[in-house]
Nanobody, 125 residues
Framework: QLQLVESGGGLVRSGESLKLSCVGS????????IGWFRQAPGKEREGVSC????????IYADSVKGRFTISRDKAKNTVYLEMDEISPEDTAVYYC??????????????????WGQGTQVTVSS
């Protein structure tokens, strides 16, 4: 059973940067595409970004394109989400999730078999 643990969330000011980590353990993390999702209070969960198994193909939601960067370190079983030019609209609980497809299929939550517990990101203006 794959387990995912997010970290790196916190309270930051608008315009600052934050880097989230998603560490996988307990199964073959390297065989999963990894996505980042977020859920703000009173809103539905939305997909933010995803990186394929090979680490060479990524997708981003329009709302974060050009500001967020996803990457993966295979040796550390870790996927990162670097968040630059962060704004109050980015305030949410951020989750990473694992999909057994080689390439990212999009942001349908049902496609992701494993989820982390989430990390809170709060951006003050």
């Amino acid at each position: 059973q794959l387990q995912l643990v997010e970290s790196g969330g916190g309270l930051v000011r608008s315009g600052e940067s934050l880097k989230l980590s998603c560490v996988g353990s307990g199964s073959s993390f390297e065989h999963y595409a990894i996505g980042w999702f977020r859920q703000a209070p009173g809103k539905e969960r939305e997909g933010v970004s995803c990186i394929n198994v090979g680490g060479d193909a990524t997708i981003y939601a329009d709302s974060v394109k050009g500001r967020f960067t996803i990457s993966r370190d295979k040796a550390k079983n870790t996927v990162y989400l670097e968040m630059d030019e962060i704004s109050p609209e980015d305030t949410a609980v951020y989750y990473c999730a694992a999909d057994l497809h080689y390439y990212c299929q999009g942001y349908v939550p049902e496609d992701y078999a494993h989820w982390g517990q989430g990390t809170q990101v709060t951006v003050s203006s």
